[in-house]
């Protein structure tokens, strides 16, 4: 009698094992996505096509823990599930190699239907601006516009990708400055490397010209944003043309040469 009891025992001590090891396992449901966002996914983001199947299942927790603690709310405009799949994808895809980020510095992504001016005016005929990170009473929020957006996913044959530029932008926020130069993500002994080459590189498309878009040569802040969209959507043509712009966003971001997006 003794001896069945101890053979339960040990019976239940294995159910309860396995039970709890499967809870551990089990992945955590994707709260936030709608439920065609593989297929969104995998039709319009190209870094999320190449991954596998292990890399996958952990974008699609990052970007839905992204919208779990960002907001985003259409001014003007319908906020979508494309649109809120693609703004979550331009946050997650510069830092999806760096464990554990947090964008702590955005509550709130605001979605315009197309440009606007310095005072986020959507009317007028000086509207050249598609987006930006907030300030003042914006502190925490972001400025996106649904049609760059969606033309920084669709369109595959150039440089630009608005989300992810105002996203690195977000990224370069994080030490208190947007200056260009991710003190929270670049390594210490790079940093004065990285200004360097900035500023030659910066220099060199203003006397030269280059295929890198003229709005970098702005400031650093936007040199950085700019070539960082660049890396992202066209990685071996910037290894290519610009070897050592190229090498040091690989530092930057922790990641190889892939197309992601």
Known sequence: MVLVLQILLVLFLIILIVLIAFRIRKPKPLDQ????????????????????????????????????????????????????????????????????????????????????????????????????????????????????????????????NTAIHEFVHLVDKMDGTIDGVPEIILERKYIDQWKQLMHTTMQQIRINGSDIDMYATTNTAEFFAVVSEYFFKQPDLLQSNHPDVFHMLQRIYKTGKTAYT
């Open 33 to 160: 996505l709608p439920e065609n966002y593989k297929e969104l996914l995998h039709d319009y983001v190209t870094f999320y096509r190449e991954l596998d199947e292990a890399g996958k299942e952990h974008f699609e927790q990052r970007i839905d823990q992204f919208l779990s603690a960002v907001k985003i709310t259409g001014i003007h405009a319908e906020a979508e599930d494309l649109d809120r799949i693609l703004i979550a994808a331009g946050a997650i895809i510069p830092v999806f190699a760096i464990p554990d980020w947090q964008y702590i510095n955005l509550h709130e992504v605001l979605l315009y239907p197309g440009a606007f001016n310095e005072e986020f005016d959507q009317h007028g005929t000086d509207r050249n601006i598609a987006g930006m990170v907030g300030t003042g009473a914006l502190q925490y929020a972001m400025v996106l516009t649904k049609w760059q957006v969606r033309q920084g996913f669709i369109n595959n044959n150039d440089t630009r």
